[in-house]
Nanobody, 125 residues
Framework: QVQLVESGGGLVQAGGSLRLSCAVS????????IGWFRQAPGKEREFVAA????????RLADSVSRRFTISRDNAKNTVSLQMNNLKSEDTAVYYC??????????????????WGQGTQVTVSS
């Protein structure tokens, strides 16, 4: 089992930036996938970004690909989501998640077994 703790959410004006962090602990392997998802009120949880824990692969949703980046800090065992040029439609609870194996199903929430508690991101227009 993997333990995940998100931090870094908050209130920001449109056009601003935020950096979310996910502290990862427990049983992990180089081929694990770490994902970021978000869920706005009344909407389904949607894929934002993912990366292979051992490096070598990252994926971003089309809606954020030119504004967000995902990266890992090896020394701190964290995965970060840098969010720039934020828009009101980015408002949501952001969740960090982990799955065994890095496959083409990285964008499916159901393929992730472990989840953090979420962190709220609110973008004011």
């Amino acid at each position: 089992q993997v333990q995940l703790v998100e931090s870094g959410g908050g209130l920001v004006q449109a056009g601003g930036s935020l950096r979310l962090s996910c502290a990862v602990s427990g049983r992990t392997g180089s081929n694990y996938g770490i994902g970021w998802f978000r869920q706005a009120p009344g909407k389904e949880r949607e894929f934002v970004a993912a990366m292979r824990w051992g490096g070598g692969a990252t994926r971003l949703a089309d809606s954020v690909s030119r504004r967000f980046t995902i990266s890992r800090d090896n020394a701190k065992n964290t995965v970060s989501l840098q969010m720039n040029n934020l828009k009101s439609e980015d408002t949501a609870v952001y969740y960090c998640s982990a799955r065994t194996g890095w496959t083409t199903a990285y964008y499916l929430p159901a393929s992730y077994a472990d989840w953090g508690q979420g962190t709220q991101v609110t973008v004011s227009s």
